[in-house]
């Protein structure tokens, strides 16, 4: 190689040489600490798993909206339905929220209540089951909705099913139900009330029931119990065989 060369070659490999030192020293710089590497993954885990509880709980609170909502609407035009069957009477809506969260429309009566009902003493003691009445949980009832009816003489507790609202011109409102029993069959249940008496018609796979409340008091009888045979059988009930015999 001559000598001219040479001259132009060293500057060449000086050069070359700097940059190779630059590199490796930056290469052999100081290592990131260990702890730094090891927290990373479980901060960016933490920050993820932050980021869906917070989604999950906006996504709780926006349903538990919705529903609330939904609740609200429901009750405000079951209020309107109950208002138009009683013109002249008004609801207060938590009143309404509260009877319907009850599931029967009677109770065994906190005290003594035989001096709300009237009844002969005779009479207050043949088999009447004195009740506190719900006249509002009665009230708040449509189509569909369920009422449980107790009955402690059996210790029997059964569920009717509303089917049908029928408001009379003399200011009284029907419900008609039905009480599917264990046995297949379908028992009707009826209440009729007016402005402070309501009036009841159950039957049960245990028999048949009458209900009568003056206000929010009042009683239930097996229909067995107030209308009882005399001893020797007799009665004054006319059978079809009767009729048919007197026309021939």
């Given at each position: 190689?001559?000598?001219?060369?040479?001259?132009?070659?060293?500057?060449?490999?000086?050069?070359?040489?700097?940059?190779?030192?630059?590199?490796?020293?930056?290469?052999?710089?100081?290592?990131?600490?260990?702890?730094?590497?090891?927290?990373?993954?479980?901060?960016?885990?933490?920050?993820?798993?932050?980021?869906?509880?917070?989604?999950?709980?906006?996504?709780?609170?926006?349903?538990?909206?919705?529903?609330?909502?939904?609740?609200?609407?429901?009750?405000?035009?079951?209020?309107?339905?109950?208002?138009?069957?009683?013109?002249?009477?008004?609801?207060?809506?938590?009143?309404?929220?509260?009877?319907?969260?009850?599931?029967?429309?009677?109770?065994?009566?906190?005290?003594?209540?035989?001096a709300d009902i009237p009844l002969s003493e005779e009479e207050l003691y043949d088999g009447r089951q004195l009740i506190q009445f719900d006249r509002l949980k009665l009230e708040t009832l449509l189509p569909g909705d369920t009422l449980d009816i107790e009955i402690s003489d059996t210790g029997q507790r059964y569920t009717a099913i509303i089917e049908r609202v029928q408001q009379h011109d003399y200011h009284s409102i029907s419900w008609y139900g039905?009480?599917?029993?264990?046995?297949?069959?379908?028992?009707?249940?009826?209440?009729?009330?007016?402005?402070?008496?309501?009036?009841?018609?159950?039957?049960?796979?245990?028999?048949?029931?009458?209900?009568?409340?003056?206000?929010?008091?009042?009683?239930?009888?097996?229909?067995?119990?107030?209308?009882?045979?005399?001893?020797?059988?007799?009665?004054?009930?006319?059978?079809?065989?009767?009729?048919?015999?007197?026309?021939?």
């Amino acid at each position: 190689m001559s000598e001219h060369t040479m001259k132009y070659l060293y500057p060449v490999l000086g050069l070359v040489l700097l940059l190779l030192c630059l590199w490796l020293d930056q290469a052999s710089g100081p290592a990131a600490p260990a702890s730094a590497m090891a927290s990373s993954p479980s901060s960016e885990a933490a920050s993820l798993s932050s980021t869906t509880s917070a989604a999950v709980s906006e996504s709780a609170q926006r349903q538990s909206a919705s529903a609330s909502d939904r609740a609200q609407v429901e009750l405000n035009q079951r209020i309107q339905t109950m208002q138009a069957r009683r013109p002249g009477e008004r609801f207060d809506p938590e009143q309404v929220r509260d009877a319907l969260a009850r599931d029967t429309a009677w109770r065994e009566p906190d005290s003594d209540i035989s001096a709300d009902i009237p009844l002969s003493e005779e009479e207050l003691y043949d088999g009447r089951q004195l009740i506190q009445f719900d006249r509002l949980k009665l009230e708040t009832l449509l189509p569909g909705d369920t009422l449980d009816i107790e009955i402690s003489d059996t210790g029997q507790r059964y569920t009717a099913i509303i089917e049908r609202v029928q408001q009379h011109d003399y200011h009284s409102i029907s419900w008609y139900g039905r009480i599917e029993g264990s046995d297949g069959q379908s028992y009707s249940v009826n209440f009729t009330q007016g402005e402070n008496l309501t009036l009841g018609g159950l039957d049960t796979p245990d028999g048949n029931y009458q209900l009568q409340a003056h206000g929010d008091s009042g009683w239930i009888a097996s229909s067995g119990a107030l209308f009882k045979i005399p001893e020797d059988g007799s009665t004054d009930a006319i059978y079809p065989s009767d009729v048919t015999d007197h026309q021939h």
